[in-house]
C-alpha cells in the first residue's frame, strides 16, 4: 500500500513563503498525477495544484502566480512553494497520488498565514 509523507506547513507571516513537500513510499505506474489540495474546517477540500508524471501542470485561480508546484526527477516526491501567502491560504494541506484511478491521500500538514 501506498503511503504519502507530507512535511513543510507551519506558521508564517502574510506575504511570506512557505514550501511542502510530499514523498510517496512507492509509484508503481509511470503515468501518475501528484497534487495538492486543501481544505479549511466546515469546508469541502480543494483543488490547489497537480502535476503529472509528464510535467503538465493545473492550479486552482486563486493561486496561479503564487505557487508552483514541481516533481523530483525519480517522480515520487512533490513539491509546492508558496509565496506572497495571504490569510485566506490558511487550511490543511492535503498531498494526493493518482495512480490509474487508484487515489492515495497523505495526512494533511497545516498551514497558517497570519496578517
Known amino acids: 500500500q501506498v503511503q504519502l509523507m507530507e512535511s513543510g506547513g507551519g506558521l508564517v507571516q502574510a506575504g511570506g513563503s512557505l514550501r511542502l513537500s510530499c514523498s510517496a513510499s512507492r509509484v508503481t505506474f509511470n503515468m501518475n498525477v501528484m497534487g495538492w489540495y486543501r481544505q479549511v474546517p466546515g469546508n469541502e477540500r480543494e483543488l490547489v495544484a497537480t502535476?503529472?508524471?509528464?510535467?503538465?501542470?493545473n492550479y486552482a485561480d486563486s493561486v496561479r502566480g503564487r505557487f508552483s508546484i514541481s516533481r523530483s526527477k525519480t517522480g515520487n516526491t512533490v513539491y509546492l512553494q508558496m509565496n506572497r501567502l495571504e490569510s485566506e491560504d490558511t487550511a490543511i494541506y492535503y498531498c494526493?497520488?493518482?495512480?490509474?484511478?487508484?487515489?492515495?491521500w497523505g495526512q494533511g500538514t497545516q498551514v497558517t498565514v497570519s496578517s
Open positions: 494526493r497520488l493518482n495512480q490509474r484511478g487508484s487515489i492515495t
Open positions: 502535476i503529472t508524471s509528464r510535467g503538465d501542470t
